[in-house]
């Protein structure tokens, strides 16, 4: 006979056993808790690689502007040809134009720099349906990892153009706003551009202000705007007047046996 306590043990001890996941899905969701030390220390090696990498690629790239959008962009969009007018103001001001490097506002960003005769990078990810690298980079790094990714987006740059895209911009926008907000990062100008399709998202701000979930000041931490001379001017003050930026002359020397690639001034 069962004892009828056993009912109720069996799913007790069931609740209590840790969760696993299956094994073609552990470096997905991470669910298993602590892997082998070799996978483990295997991850870390994978991490320090694409921060190497983007290290050496990026290291002499200078002052930087950053541009997130959208790959979905056609160059028919009016919003691919404001990103355009702004890669190209942009690299007017001397800045360095960095990207995600792929297609759509990235690719119209990294255009606009090279049609004004600036400098153009970008840093592209690894992702299981390829998004190829623009033809407009002058340096391109890829990795493997989202997270390095954003790193060196926000790493070498003094200003950040939002321009409209999906989770990845949103992802992009609310990192840098967070490490300004809270000295993470020096306080860089943020310019919002495309207002109509964030206009939603402008106002959502400015009710986490009104709810105290954000303070009032940091509304000052956005600047919208779809006027690309408005835009420049602010980054311009924020960017080259407060932080005392120069142009260089001349070149900075590079190691080449230490995988360092120079970027003409």
């Known amino acids: ?36 030390r070799f996978a483990e220390f295997f991850t870390l090696l994978r991490v320090m690689r694409d921060f190497l990498r983007g290290f050496r690629t990026l290291h002499f790239v200078g002052p930087c502007v950053t541009v997130f959008g959208s790959a979905r962009i056609h160059p028919d969009d009016p919003h691919y040809e404001l990103a355009r007018k702004m890669g190209a103001a942009i690299a007017r001001l001397g800045f360095t134009v960095m990207t995600g ?11 606009g720099a090279k049609e004004a005769g600036g400098r153009s990078v970008g840093c592209t990810i690894e992702l299981p ?9 002058d340096r391109c790094v890829r990795l493997h990892y989202f ?9 070498y740059s003094y200003a950040f153009v939002v321009m ?8 992009e926008l609310f990192e840098a706003l967070t490490l300004i907000q809270t000295a993470k990062i020096k306080n860089f100008p943020i310019v919002i551009m495309g207002t109509d399709y964030w206009k939603e998202l402008i106002g959502f701000i400015d009710k986490m202000a009104q709810r105290g979930m ?52």
């Open 101 to 111: 490097g792929g297609p759509g506002i990235m690719e119209a960003a990294n255009r």
């Open 1 to 36: 006979m069962q004892d009828k306590d056993d009912s109720v043990i069996e799913p007790l001890a069931a609740a209590t056993s840790p969760l696993t996941a299956p094994p073609e899905c552990a470096d997905e969701i991470f669910l298993e808790g602590p892997r082998s």
């Open 214 to 265: 954000i303070a009032p000041s940091d509304l000052n931490l956005i600047y919208a705007t779809d006027s690309v001379d408005e835009a420049i001017e602010h980054i311009r003050s924020k960017t080259i007047e407060r932080f005392g930026l120069k142009r260089v002359t001349r070149p900075r020397r590079h190691f080449p046996w230490l995988g360092e690639r120079g970027l003409p001034c």
């Open 147 to 155: 997270f390095v990714r954003k790193t060196l987006l926000v790493k």
């Open 129 to 137: 349906s390829e998004q190829p690298a623009n033809a407009y980079l």
């Open 164 to 171: 409209p895209g999906g989770a990845g911009t949103l992802d």
